[in-house]
């Protein structure tokens, strides 16, 4: 047969069974604009490390993720001021993102806590300048061994590791992306994209390398657990119900669905499917926020991370973490909510107590404040649990109040050296009230903000997510929360104690004059946590109208 012949068959039987189009996608560019700056930034940021010369890169880098973060920023505060927060409210990019006041709430204070955390990394004034000039919290050569040749050569031509800002700026990115996701493989794919760049990030400690590079292990090998349970759920869920979005999902769930695929009519009456898979997905999810039994990475990696990258962890993972799970369990799983509340009743407590109780054994400052972290999951769980709009708005509202204080409380960290670096062992930090007053000034309002005291933004906080708890028919678990929160009262104040009332050993660590950047980082977190306090209504107003998802 000739070709023409061939070529003939070919166009008759394409005029016989016309091929469908495919339709094109429809993205709403304006309305994703601070996802797309940021990771637009990072990839520039990559290009900047292959073809800027070494000397001029962290300026550069420096400058361009500010400028990112700020400019996201602005996007968010216009989509905002635009209505998308409230009249306009609705879902994006072929129903995988939500643009409304929850997501639009929690991506700004992801980039404001991102802000004040790039400014610790940035700092270059607490390590001794070596013979090629200042150098950060970072290792000078990431892939070097530790204590090889290599490293040390790294060390003496004053090399930095200015990689970490483009890596972070994809951290934040996925961040970003994790709270305002409206189906589940969106989720899934954002949960990656920002928990990838965060494992290498916490091996790259210019001092105690090794303990450094171990917390990565583990945080690396915990989280592949977390993602792969998170991925079974999303599979037993879509088996479920036939699809991924989080809509269809929540019609399959209450019973609302109108139209019943023939292929899934026997999938949908099984609720084995649906529970397994929800639970899966909130174990995923639980992980990430640090909840008990959930928590066991916490501490280490906390500790063995660099300082200025355990306070952006500590900070926006919490913030983009406890976004999802209010979506999930708001939007997708409110009809099982008779489920799934005794269970997160359970977490709660154990998240509560567990935290508040082991803090009080700690004797290093980073797994204090991890431990801390912990019971503040578990204070944060109670808000959510109260499944009314006033639970929505409270936990924003902590979330905003927490991430400063945290973020400020290990960058005073960072300060307290000897000659190994960071002191973080409490023994250490014994007089330091009388050594550098200002600096325990600063860090006991820190620890009074995590104690909620009244007068800072923790108090407020707490306030709020109780009362959302107790109002939604949660009272015992207030009960628990005002028990934890004086169990916890007692570790805080003892750190104030020990600093102020003990003398001073003579071999004790000095306190390094920070730059202007980590200077600007405790400003920003001593001024949000009192304002928070002293006149929170304008802020607990402003979560109160962001807390109404979209459906």
């Not at 802000?115 to 070097?144: C, Q």
């Not at 014994?430 to 933004?457: K, Y």
């Amino acid at each position: 047969m000739s070709a023409t012949a061939v070529h003939s068959l070919w166009t008759t039987a394409a005029e016989v069974e016309p091929i469908g189009s495919i339709p094109a996608p429809h993205i709403e560019y304006a309305q994703l604009a601070p996802v797309l700056i940021v990771v637009g930034a990072a990839v520039v940021g990559i290009l900047v490390e292959a073809f800027v010369p070494r000397r001029a890169r962290y300026h550069t880098q420096l400058f361009l993720t500010v400028v990112a973060l700020a400019a996201a920023f602005a996007a968010v505060v216009g989509l905002a001021a635009g209505g998308y927060a409230t009249t306009k409210a609705q879902i994006a990019a072929m129903g995988a993102i939500a643009v409304d006041g929850p997501a639009l709430f929690l991506q700004g204070t992801i980039l404001l806590a991102s802000v004040v955390a790039v400014f610790t990394f940035a700092e270059r004034r607490l390590d001794p300048a070596g013979d090629g000039g200042r150098v950060d919290s970072f290792a000078a050569m990431a892939a070097a061994v530790p204590g090889s040749d290599q490293e040390k050569a790294a060390a003496k031509a004053g090399f930095t590791t200015t990689e970490v800002f483009p890596i972070s700026l994809f951290a934040v990115a996925g961040m970003l992306v994790f709270p305002a996701a409206n189906d589940l493989l969106t989720l899934f794919i954002a949960l990656e994209v920002f928990s990838l760049p965060l494992y290498p990030l916490c091996a790259l400690a210019r001092r105690k390398r090794l303990l450094s590079q171990e917390a990565a292990v583990k945080y690396f090998l915990l989280g592949a657990f977390s993602s792969a349970f998170m991925l079974f759920g999303i599979a037993l869920l879509y088996g479920y119900a036939g699809s991924v979005s989080y809509a269809r999902i929540a019609e399959v769930v209450d019973g609302s669905v109108r139209t019943i695929d023939p292929a899934l009519a026997d999938t949908m009456g099984n609720d084995a499917l649906l529970l397994v898979g929800g639970a899966l997905l909130l174990m995923g999810l639980l992980f990430k926020v640090g909840a008990v039994p959930f928590h066991m990475w916490t501490p280490d990696v906390y500790q063995g991370a660099p300082t200025p990258i355990t306070g952006f962890m500590a900070a926006a993972t919490k913030i983009a973490a406890f976004g999802a799970l209010l979506r999930l369990l708001y939007v997708v799983l409110p009809g099982l909510a008779w489920d799934w509340r005794p269970v997160m009743w359970g977490v709660a407590i154990v998240t509560m107590l567990g935290g508040a109780i082991v803090a009080i054994t700690q004797t290093d400052v980073k797994r204090l404040l991890a431990y801390s972290s912990i019971a503040h999951a578990g204070f944060i769980l109670a808000g959510v649990i109260a499944m009314r709009p006033e639970g929505i708005s409270s936990v924003l509202f902590y979330l905003l109040a927490y991430s400063f204080v945290t973020i400020g409380a290990f960058a005073v960290v960072t300060l307290v050296r000897d000659a190994g670096g960071e002191a973080t062992h409490l023994s250490k930090w014994a007089g330091l009230g009388r050594r550098s007053p200002l600096v325990a000034a600063v860090f006991a309002v820190f620890l009074l903000a995590f104690a909620g005291i009244p007068l800072t933004s923790g108090f407020t906080g707490k306030f709020a997510v109780f009362k959302a708890a107790a109002e939604g028919g949660a009272g015992a678990l207030v009960v628990v929360g005002v028990i934890s929160s004086a169990i916890a009262a007692f570790f805080y104040i003892r750190v104030i104690v020990l600093m102020f009332f003990s003398e001073p050993k003579p071999e004790g660590p000095t306190v390094a004059v920070p730059s202007p950047l980590t200077m600007t980082t405790i400003g920003v977190g001593v001024a949000v946590t009192l304002v928070l306090g002293v006149a929170p209504q304008y802020f607990l107003d402003l979560a109160g109208q962001a807390g109404v998802f979209v459906r």
